[in-house]
C-alpha cells in the first residue's frame, strides 16, 4: 500500500498511470474496441471464405451450363420462364 501511495506521489508514476488509464479506457483504440475489431475481423474472414468458395461452385456451373445448350434451354425455361414462340406457357402456382 505504500508503495502505491509512493508511486502516486510521485510525478512520473502519476503521469504514467493516467496515460495507462486513458489508453486503456477512455481513448478511441481501447482495449474494448480492439476486441470487437478483432471479433468483427474474424467473422469477416469467415465470409470472405464461403464467398470465395460460393464463386468457384458458381463458376464450375457456369462452365457447365455454356458448354451444354440442353441445359441451358432447361436453365433458361426453369428459371426465366422462356418460351419458344409456338408454345402456349402455364405457370402453376401452388398456395
Do not use: H
Amino acid at each position: 500500500m505504500k508503495k502505491l501511495l509512493k508511486l502516486g506521489g510521485n510525478f512520473y508514476g502519476l503521469a504514467t498511470l493516467c496515460f495507462l488509464s486513458w489508453m486503456i479506457f477512455i481513448d478511441s483504440n481501447n482495449l474494448v474496441n480492439q476486441f470487437k475489431l478483432s471479433q468483427k475481423l474474424n467473422q469477416l474472414e469467415d465470409q470472405k471464405e464461403y464467398y470465395q468458395e460460393r464463386k468457384v461452385k458458381i463458376k464450375s456451373e457456369r462452365e457447365e451450363l455454356m458448354s451444354n445448350p440442353e441445359l441451358l434451354e432447361k436453365f433458361a425455361r426453369e428459371k426465366y420462364l422462356m418460351k419458344k414462340p409456338s408454345e402456349d406457357l402455364y405457370v402453376i402456382v401452388k398456395k
